[in-house]
C-alpha cells in the first residue's frame, strides 16, 4: 500500500501520539514493552524520512512527549480521580485503563466501568523512577506527573516532599508541576516552608524514599541541595488548570500567594471564556500581589471533545500581550469554532474548511485532529512563548 504526503504525515502523527503514551508511562521495564518501544521508534524514523515538513517539524517539537510546552515527562506517582469537568475526557485515565491489568503498570489503579475508562482513585508512588531527573544529564523542560496529580489526597506531603527534593537536587532541570489540586499545593507549602530549612527538609524526604526503594542516593541528593537552591525552588513551576471562569477564579484564589519561582496557569480544555485580567494584573481592581507569569491555553481533543472558541483564544493573547506576560497557544482542539461571519477573512491554511455547527457558529475542520499544528492556524495565533 503507498500513502500520499496526507497519509504519511496521519500516520506519523499517530505513531508519534503511540509513543508519547508510552513515554508518558515511562514506568516499566519489561522486555515486552522495550521491544515495542524499539518498534515504534523504528517506525518513526522510517516514516520520518518520507513525512511532509510539517510533520517532521510537529515531531521536533516533541520528540518525547506530544505536549508541546514541554520537553520531557516524568511520572513519580501513578493513579488519580477526577475533579472537574475539565477532567472528563482526561487522557492519562484512559491510558492508565489500557495498562490495568494483571501485572501491568497501572494495575488497581484505574478500570474500565461500561466500556469507560475510569480511575479507582488510588494513587500510588513509582519509588524506581523517583530517581530519574538525577540521571538525565542534558537540561530538560519536565512535566511532572503527566498521568497524576502531585497534590492528589492520596498522597502524604512526606510523599509530595520526596518528589520536590528530587527536583531541588535536580537543579539542571526546569520541572513544570500542574494541579487541579491547588489548596492541597498550597497546604504542602505552608507545610515544608517557612522555618528556613525546607531544602534540608526536602533531601531528608527524598533520601528516605530513595534509600526504601533501594537506589542509594543519598549522599549525591544532600550534596546537591548546597547552598546554592533557594526557596521556593528557583527550577520548579508551579502551575493550576482551569477549563472556565468559576474554576479560574476558585483555583487562583487559593494559589495566588503561593511560594513558586513561576506561577501558571494552563487553560485547557478550555470550556469556557475565562478572563484572567486579575491574575495578569490588569484587572480594574489594581495588580495583585503576585500576579501570574505564563498562560497555557488549548482547545480539547480526542473522542468526545467539545468545542473552542477561537475568541476565548484571541482574547488570552491580548491580555497577555497588555500584561507582558508569556501566553502559549498549544492546539485549538478538535472542535475549534468561529464567529458567524466572513471567515476567509481570519487566515486559516487553505486546506481548513468550514460547517455551520447549528448553533449559531462556524466549525473548522483542521488536518490535524488535536489542532495542534500552527501551520494550519491564523497568523495572529501562532503564539508559543516560554516565562523567563
Ligand atoms: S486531575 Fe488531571 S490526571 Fe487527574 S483526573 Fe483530572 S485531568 Fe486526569
Not at 512535566?143 to 531541588?168: K, P, W, Y
Request: with cysteine.
Amino acid at each position: 500500500m503507498r500513502l500520499g504526503a496526507g497519509g504519511y504525515q496521519r500516520l506519523t502523527q499517530s505513531i508519534a501520539r503511540t509513543a508519547a503514551i508510552w513515554a508518558a508511562i515511562a514506568d516499566t521495564n519489561t522486555t515486552t514493552i522495550a521491544a515495542t518501544r524499539r518498534s515504534i521508534g523504528w517506525l518513526l524514523s522510517r516514516f520520518a524520512r518520507d513525512a511532509t515538513p510539517s510533520a517532521r517539524s510537529g515531531g521536533a517539537v516533541g520528540e518525547r512527549t506530544g505536549i508541546q510546552w514541554t520537553s520531557a515527562t516524568w511520572n513519580p506517582v501513578r493513579g488519580c480521580s477526577r475533579v472537574s469537568e475539565g477532567c472528563r475526557h482526561c487522557y492519562a485515565e484512559v491510558v492508565a485503563a489500557r495498562f490495568s491489568g494483571p501485572g501491568l503498570p497501572y494495575e488497581g489503579l484505574a478500570r474500565r466501568v461500561g466500556g469507560e475508562a475510569r480511575w479507582t482513585g488510588k494513587v500510588r508512588m513509582v519509588p524506581e523512577h523517583l530517581a530519574d531527573p538525577l540521571r538525565w544529564k542534558k537540561p530538560r523542560r519536565i512535566f511532572v506527573n503527566s498521568m497524576s496529580d502531585l497534590f492528589h489526597e492520596g498522597l502524604s506531603f512526606e510523599q509530595i516532599a520526596a518528589v520536590f527534593g528530587v527536583m531541588a537536587a535536580a537543579g539542571r532541570h526546569t520541572f513544570q508541576v500542574l494541579t487541579k489540586r491547588p489548596q492541597r499545593a498550597r497546604e504542602f507549602l505552608d507545610w515544608i516552608g517557612g522555618a528556613g530549612n525546607e531544602c534540608d527538609l526536602l533531601g531528608d524526604h527524598a533520601s528516605e524514599a530513595l534509600i526504601a526503594a533501594g537506589i542509594g542516593v543519598l549522599e549525591p541528593v544532600h550534596h546537591r541541595l548546597g547552598s546554592r537552591v533557594g526557596w521556593p525552588l528557583p527550577n520548579v513551576q508551579l502551575g493550576f488548570s482551569a477549563e472556565d471562569q468559576d474554576t479560574f477564579n476558585a483555583r487562583w484564589c487559593q494559589i495566588a500567594g503561593a511560594p513558586a519561582a513561576v506561577l501558571f496557569c494552563s487553560y485547557e480544555p478550555a470550556l469556557g471564556p475565562v478572563n484572567a485580567r486579575g491574575a495578569l494584573g490588569i484587572g480594574d481592581y489594581g495588580p495583585p500581589p503576585r500576579r501570574l507569569d505564563w498562560i497555557i491555553v488549548g482547545g480539547e481533543s480526542g473522542p468526545g471533545a467539545r468545542p473552542f472558541n477561537i475568541e476565548w483564544v484571541r482574547s488570552t493573547i491580548d491580555d497577555c500581550r497588555e500584561a507582558g506576560v508569556a501566553c502559549f497557544v498549544k492546539q485549538l482542539g478538535a472542535k475549534p469554532t468561529i464567529a458567524d461571519g466572513d471567515y476567509r477573512d481570519f487566515g486559516f491554511a487553505p486546506h481548513v474548511t468550514f460547517s455551520g455547527t447549528g448553533q449559531g457558529r462556524i466549525g473548522c475542520w483542521l488536518r490535524d485532529s488535536h489542532g495542534g499544528d500552527p501551520d494550519e492556524w491564523p497568523a495572529d495565533l501562532r503564539v508559543r512563548e516560554f516565562p523567563a
